[in-house]
Each structure stands twice: as structure tokens, then as C-alpha cells.
């Protein structure tokens, strides 16, 4: 098949790890003969600098008419300042608005070989696989009233969290249909004893769940659930949450896998066209040395294939691959090893 794919490599750590995604799935366009056409352009910090703008028309526009987006990660100290107009984190945002990709899928499993590098005891980590949806267009994030004025001769700052019904429909319809073909268990995670936003929330939850008696569904509160993260992973499946609840709850999550550097994530919508980047940020710390774990970003990659392509075959040879390379002992800093960016990489086309 012919896709175009956009690339967005973004900031700090980005261009490097994206770089060897793109290594990764060139080797899978000869292998199994596709075209991949990809279209590189700047977002985030990258483009504040050039164009004074964190995400350019003609960059959403590219993005737009793409199959599939391929974002490595954005922002930095030098964009920090919180009286700037723009910021870095304004273009992913724009962009996750723009493309409508209401919900962003963040799978996490554990190696069994890098359960060391997770602060919980390895048998509470046996048997983790979960597959947080997060809403990811609304919310928090976007609600409306938002800023900061003078009331009463005080400094005040608002933000709002607002959802439509249908807002919460599509994204819990998503996360049932996600759970059918794993063990068929949603945990829905409000905070239904305190706010408005979340009594509809668990409502059409509850709603979705009578749909769908195959199912089951628990509805738990976001403090509970960000203990039972800790406490019994191995118990959740499918998790579905609200945009900010979301963002905590999946760098948590995370810590489960040994390394941030591991976990990729895929943001789908109404349209084909998906956005998928590494959960990690853009560790200015370590950019342009050449040792990010590029692995998170692959995986990435291989959800692009799935979900944008729908070539499962080419992603779960990628999923196979990194698997086994992790097995065979490859790591890269992150995970206790000495590997560069590029030898990682290379390890996991070589099982390829
Ligand atoms: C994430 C990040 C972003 C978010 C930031 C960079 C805006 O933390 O993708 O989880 O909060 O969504
Ligand atoms: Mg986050």
C-alpha cells in the first residue's frame, strides 16, 4: 500500500527518536512492499522559533490531509516562560483539536525482564497489561470559561471542566469495543462524589455498559484508581477517564513499565487519520546526545501501522520484535544499558 505520513519530530529528544522510527518502519515498507511518503514539518518549540507560531495552518493542514501523524515530543526550558503568548504545549493541544482524536489509547505492559526497573515488587507487576483511553479534546483542557483577570481587586484564574453527553459517548463506545477483544473489562474513573462533569460522566457510562451486557463495568473514583494502580494493577484492564485525569493517571501507570521511554500511545478519532507519539516528553537533559530509548517511539509506530493503516501483521512483527529485543538483553540508558538511540534501533530491525 501507498501511505503519507507526516512527521513532526518537535523538540529536545524528538528528532532522534523519531528519526529511528522512521529507520523502523522503512524497513517494514521494503520488507512487506509498501510506499510510506513522508512530509516533515516543525511543531512545538521548533516552530516558535521559525515561524513564531507553535503549530502553523499549513502544518495542521499537513497534517490533515495526511493518513497518519507521527509526533516525537515537544517543549523545553527555553520556552518555559509563563508570560509568553505561545508555548510549545499550545501546538499539541491545536493539533489533537484539529484533528478531532478524541481519545488517546496508552497501553501498558510490563516486561517481564525490566520488572527491576519498576519500583513495585515484581509480583505485583505479573500479569500487568492495561489500555488506558483517555479523552483527550475536552475537558479540562479546553473548557470554556479559561484565563486570568481581576474580580473584586483580586488576581483570579479559571478553568473549566466542560463535557458534552457526546463527547463522553464516543470516547466510552471506543474503550468497549477496545475491550472486546481483551478480557472484557472497562473501569471507568470519575470523581462522580464531587463534580458535576463527572455524574454525567459515570451516566452514560452506565448507559454504554446496559449495551453492552458482555462487558463489565466498574466505575471508580480517580483517587481509588490511582491507589489500585499501585496496589493491584494486574486487576484493571481497560481504563476510560477524563481528559486531566487521564494525563496523571497514564505518567503513573507508566512507572509500572520500568521506563517512560518504553510506552507509546495512539490518538484516534471520527477520521482515519491518527496521531501517535511516544508518552514521554522531550527530556531536554539528555537531547542531542544520542541516548533516549527510542523504543516508546517505535512502538508508536507499530500503533500507526494498526490503527491508521490497518496493517496488523507489519505492527505485530514490530511488537514481536521489540519484545524479543528486550529479551536478548538490549537496553538503552534508561533501562540500566549502554545502548545509543541508533543500536537500539538497530537491534530491533535486526529481529526484524
Ligand atoms: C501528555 C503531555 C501533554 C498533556 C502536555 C505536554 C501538554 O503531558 O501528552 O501527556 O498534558 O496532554
Ligand atoms: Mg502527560
Given at each position: 500500500?501507498?501511505?503519507n ?6 523538540d529536545?529528544?524528538g528528532?532522534?527518536?523519531v528519526?529511528?522510527a522512521v ?18 514539518r ?6 516558535i ?8 495552518d499549513?502544518?495542521?493542514a499537513?497534517?490533515?490531509s495526511a493518513?497518519?501523524v ?19 504545549e499550545?501546538?499539541l493541544l491545536?493539533?489533537?483539536?484539529g484533528?478531532?482524536?478524541?481519545a488517546n489509547l496508552?497501553?501498558?505492559?510490563v ?5 527491576e ?8 507487576l505479573?500479569?500487568?497489561?492495561i ?13 470554556w ?5 481581576i474580580?473584586?481587586g ?5 478553568d473549566t471542566?466542560?463535557?458534552y453527553d ?7 463506545e471506543l474503550a468497549f469495543n477496545?475491550a472486546k477483544?481483551?478480557k472484557?473489562?472497562?473501569?471507568s ?13 459515570r451516566?452514560?457510562a452506565t448507559?454504554v ?8 463495568l ?5 483517587d481509588?484508581?490511582?491507589?489500585r ?11 476510560v477517564?477524563?481528559?486531566m485525569?487521564?494525563?496523571i493517571?497514564t505518567?503513573?501507570?507508566?512507572v ?5 521511554g518504553?510506552?507509546p500511545s495512539a490518538?484516534?478519532?471520527e ?6 507519539e511516544?508518552?514521554h516528553?522531550?527530556?531536554p537533559?539528555i537531547a ?5 530509548n527510542?523504543?516508546?517511539?517505535i512502538l508508536s ?6 490503527h491508521?493503516?490497518?496493517?496488523e501483521?507489519?505492527?505485530a ?6 519484545e ?9 540508558a ?7 538511540t ?11
Amino acid at each position: 500500500m501507498k501511505a503519507n505520513i507526516t512527521l513532526l519530530p518537535g523538540d529536545g529528544i524528538g528528532p532522534e527518536v523519531v528519526g529511528e522510527a522512521v529507520r523502523v518502519l522503512d524497513f517494514i515498507a521494503s520488507k512487506y512492499n509498501h510506499t510510506f511518503e513522508y512530509k516533515e514539518r516543525l511543531m512545538g518549540g521548533c516552530s516558535i522559533d521559525a515561524y513564531g507560531s507553535s503549530l502553523t495552518d499549513e502544518t495542521l493542514a499537513d497534517c490533515q490531509s495526511a493518513d497518519a501523524v507521527l509526533l516525537g515530543a515537544v517543549g523545553g526550558p527555553k520556552w518555559d516562560d509563563p508570560t509568553a503568548k505561545d508555548r510549545p504545549e499550545r501546538g499539541l493541544l491545536a493539533l489533537r483539536k484539529g484533528l478531532g482524536v478524541f481519545a488517546n489509547l496508552r497501553p501498558v505492559k510490563v516486561h517481564p525482564a525490566l520488572m527491576e526497573w519498576s519500583p513495585l515488587k515484581p509480583e505485583k507487576l505479573q500479569g500487568v497489561d492495561i489500555l488506558v483511553v483517555r479523552e483527550l479534546t475536552g475537558g479540562l483542557y479546553f473548557g470554556w470559561p479559561k484565563g486570568r483577570d481581576i474580580k473584586d481587586g483580586r488576581e483570579r484564574a479559571v478553568d473549566t471542566l466542560e463535557y458534552y453527553d457526546y463527547e463522553i459517548r464516543r470516547v466510552m463506545e471506543l474503550a468497549f469495543n477496545l475491550a472486546k477483544g481483551r478480557k472484557k473489562k472497562v473501569t471507568s474513573v470519575d470523581k462522580a462524589n464531587v463534580l458535576e462533569s463527572s455524574r454525567l460522566w459515570r451516566q452514560i457510562a452506565t448507559k454504554v455498559g446496559k449495551e453492552n451486557p458482555d462487558i463489565e463495568l466498574e466505575h471508580t473514583l480517580v483517587d481509588t484508581a490511582s491507589m489500585r494502580l499501585i496496589t493491584g494493577p494486574a486487576w484493571m484492564d481497560v481504563i476510560v477517564t477524563e481528559n486531566m485525569f487521564g494525563d496523571i493517571l497514564t505518567d503513573e501507570a507508566s512507572v509500572l513499565a520500568g521506563s517512560m521511554g518504553m510506552l507509546p500511545s495512539a490518538s484516534l478519532g471520527e477520521a482515519t487519520v491518527g496521531l501517535y507519539e511516544p508518552i514521554h516528553g522531550s527530556a531536554p537533559d539528555i537531547a542531542g546526545k544520542g541516548i533516549a530509548n527510542p523504543t516508546g517511539t517505535i512502538l508508536s509506530s507499530a500503533m500507526l501501522l494498526r490503527h491508521s493503516l490497518k496493517l496488523e501483521a507489519e505492527a505485530a512483527a514490530i511488537e514481536k520484535a521489540v519484545e524479543q529485543t528486550i529479551t536478548a538483553g538490549a537496553r538503552t540508558a534508561d533501562i540500566g544499558g549502554k545502548l545509543t538511540t541508533r543500536q537500539m534501533a538497530d537491534e530491533i530491525i535486526k529481529i526484524l
